[in-house]
């Protein structure tokens, strides 16, 4: 057998079965004997899936906000360090042995869970139809170059291709991503690694953008910092999707570092190359700008690495999309569930192809997905600290448990998850949406921190003191009550 296909059926134990057959596990919980995955497995799940071209296109965004080269890359390695944000929420996967929405009934209830579940679905497919845009632009640049025309025509085609590689994958499941992800990561890394040889070389640390017009330099600071935490924020709703399949004993800091570094080595490397490029040419056309500083041929290898990295990343965005899908109670499995994903992610990269200013509706997303996503991740970490990280399975599916609360509702979690959104949305600037307080601020945007602080404090607060993090038996294993089978057959159950 060869070394490729020794791999693949290392990777296929270990993720919970073949990578060639379609995944039975949604949200049930997954069983002690199908958990194979080792901790440092996840650092190629999130490298792989974060070896992407909107880092680039987030380099040039921040450059073009007027921070010159010191003050990108403050932005960069500071924005990026959110990545231990998505290693921390990582850590309850082991524990819990389910998907990233339905341990967070823990946080807000079983039923007041399902705003969290919903906005989470919409922030994946909203991602989704990021990345469809992105592939389709740059295979469509990849064939011109080869002297292939037809306008809409041709876009049509490669929007097409783009979906049918995205979601066909996806289908499989877990063990598929997983070893598609690890076999990408290498490919994808070493195309971008060649690139930062032809780019860096270029830069020019000298190089002083022109300042935003009516946004002070701090205040470009903040909107560039919004820009950059959001590709690490959008994962934080993801997280346990993907280490629900290491044993329960899988020590945390385990899992919270290898799931950081595989979503910031990549990102940093990356974000810094497109700051080089911004310094070096003129990259308002994200894709067409690197023209001027690659060889010809390597232009085109290159489009494909953007091509593979879309697709790549977009695995995980609509697998973590169904599983909040199948979280809301939808009744049915979760390889029938990626269909609805791909029917919306399709007719939102159409608008955005089509209809819309690619640039701008990007931009306005990232803003509008942080005023829920850190609110939401406040109150989580406060809930998982406060029960030192012990969850009980069975009433994460169950009504009536422990989880249950009152009519289904942690009446404290949702509240502080409404107030940090809303204090959040205060101090947001985007197109959309302009925050009262911004003024105070430079124009900036510090809808980041304030939604995160104001929900992790005022949750933890309340309930310090009240947190029971132990089962009503005394165990605070991952069952309770001699449960041993299999909980939630039916992907969508409660």
């Excluded at 002083?208 to 950059?228: C, D, K, T």
């Excluded at 700051?275 to 023209?291: Q, R």
């Excluded at 005023?371 to 600290?385: E, F």
């Excluded at 991952?478 to 299999?486: M, P, V």
Aim: aromatic share 12%; glycine share 10%.
């Amino acid at each position: 057998m060869s070394q490729l296909g020794n791999e693949s059926a290392k990777l296929q134990k270990k993720a919970g079965g073949s990578a060639f057959s379609i995944e039975q596990h949604g949200i049930d919980f997954i069983p002690p004997a199908e958990r194979k995955l080792r901790p440092r497995d996840l650092f190629w799940i999130w490298f792989g899936a974060n070896v992407i071209y909107v880092y680039i296109i987030d380099g040039a965004l921040i450059v073009g906000f007027g921070l010159s080269f010191w003050p990108a890359m403050a932005v960069v390695l500071l924005g990026n360090s959110f990545y231990a944000l998505l290693g921390l929420t990582s850590m309850a996967g082991p524990r819990a042995g389910t998907a990233m929405l339905v341990i967070s009934r823990a946080a807000f209830g079983i039923v007041g869970n399902t705003m969290a579940a919903f906005l989470s679905w919409l922030t994946a497919v909203g991602w989704e139809a990021v990345n469809i845009v992105i592939g389709t632009l740059s295979l469509v640049e990849l064939l011109q170059l080869s002297g292939l025309r037809g306008g809409n025509v041709l876009k049509i085609a490669c929007l097409a291709v783009i979906i049918f590689l995205t979601f066909s994958v996806t289908i499989f499941g877990h063990a598929m991503i997983t070893l598609m992800n690890r076999i990408l990561s290498y490919v994808l890394g070493i195309g971008t690694l060649v690139l930062g040889i032809y780019v860096i070389p270029k830069i020019n640390i000298d190089f002083h953008p022109q300042h935003m017009s009516g946004v002070s330099g701090a205040g470009a600071f903040l909107i560039a910092l919004l820009v950059m935490t959001a590709a690490p924020v959008s994962w934080l709703n993801c997280g346990s999707d993907y280490s629900r399949y290491l044993p329960e004993n899988t020590l945390g800091s385990k899992v919270a570092l290898w799931t950081m570094l595989g979503g910031f080595i990549p990102s940093v490397l990356i974000t810094f190359v497109g700051v080089a490029a911004a310094t070096a040419t003129n990259m308002s056309n994200p894709i067409g700008g690197l023209k001027h500083l690659l060889p010809s041929w390597f232009f085109a290898c290159y489009l494909a690495v953007i091509v593979g990295g879309t697709v790549t990343n977009n695995f995980l965005n609509t697998y973590s999309s169904s599983m909040s899908l199948l979280t809301l109670g939808l009744r049915m499995k979760r390889y029938k569930a990626v269909f609805i994903d791909a029917t919306l992610g399709t007719l939102l990269s159409v608008y955005a192809l089509f209809v819309s200013d690619f640039t701008n509706s990007f931009i306005n997303f990232l803003s509008l997905t942080i005023l829920w996503l850190m609110p939401w991740c406040g109150v989580y970490l406060a809930d998982s600290l406060l029960r030192k990280g012990k969850y009980v399975a069975i009433d994460l599916h169950a009504r009536k448990g422990q989880y249950w609360y009152k009519n289904g509702w942690n009446v404290a979690g949702v509240i502080w998850f409404v107030i940090g959104a809303f204090v959040a949305s205060l101090f947001s600037s985007n197109t959309v949406w302009q925050g009262p307080l911004v003024r105070y601020i430079g124009g900036g945007d510090l809808s980041i921190f304030v939604g995160f602080v104001v929900a992790f404090a005022g949750y933890y607060v309340t309930k310090r003191g009240r947190m029971s993090t132990t089962s009503q038996n005394g165990d605070d294993g991952l069952l309770r009550n001699g449960a041993t089978t299999k909980i939630a057959t039916n992907d969508g159950a409660i």
